[in-house]
């Protein structure tokens, strides 16, 4: 798979909901890198779109993380492909860069779901999460055997940057920064 571009990549955003986070291991950093992601998103003008896994039981998105123009599908499905609104927004010549919850379970499903549906997928395995590591690492190898790209969040940022003259650079490069869950990104707004 050739390096990610913006111009060509929607960032999904899977199960990131408030109920759930807290029994996510190491839920701080899936958080911050989900967020860094979709303020690189922002800025380089790649669409977002993100699930929530029946959100009556799971609450909704963790507050904050996304912007209102985002579409949100809820689901009961673990793969978000078999959810008829979420596949008839899926574009099959589409690249895919997800992040979410939980790895072995819906981003995994999903994930496969995209990959049979034609999809080019890029999972950022710092972005996502299970209760149990083992979980998640099983989940990165099994969806790297089946064609997945596994990326890291500055992976990410830097293939959609493409170059350092980017007029973007300056302010994608505070992205660079850690930050904690509850954190926004600076963006260069300040």
């Known amino acids: 798979m050739p390096a990610l571009e913006a111009q060509t990549s929607t960032l999904l955003i899977i199960d990131l909901q408030q109920r759930l986070m807290p029994a996510i291991a190491d839920s701080g950093r899936v958080v911050a890198n989900a967020r860094r992601l979709i303020a ?3 800025l380089l003008d790649v ?5 929530e896994q029946y959100p009556e039981g799971l609450g909704g998105t963790v507050p904050g993380l ?29 690249r895919y860069v997800v992040a979410g919850c939980e790895a072995h379970v819906c981003v995994l499903q999903t994930v496969l779901g995209l990959l049979a549906h034609g999809c080019d997928v890029a999972v950022v395995q710092d972005a996502i999460g299970s209760r149990i590591e083992d979980n998640r690492k099983a989940a990165c ?14 992976m990410v940022l830097f293939e959609w940057l493409g170059d350092s003259r980017n007029p973007r650079f300056r302010e994608a490069m505070k992205l660079i920064k850690p930050m904690k869950a509850d954190q926004e990104p600076a963006t260069g707004a300040e």
Request: proline share 10%.
């Open 40 to 42: 690189a998103a922002r």
């Open 47 to 51: 669409p977002i779109s993100a699930t």
């Open 66 to 94: 996304l912007d209102a123009d985002v579409p949100v599908y809820s689901k009961t499905t673990f793969d978000s492909m078999k959810t008829p609104s979420i596949a008839e927004a899926i574009r099959p010549e589409g």
């Open 141 to 154: 190898r099994r969806m790297e055997r089946h064609g997945a790209e596994p990326v890291t969040t500055e």
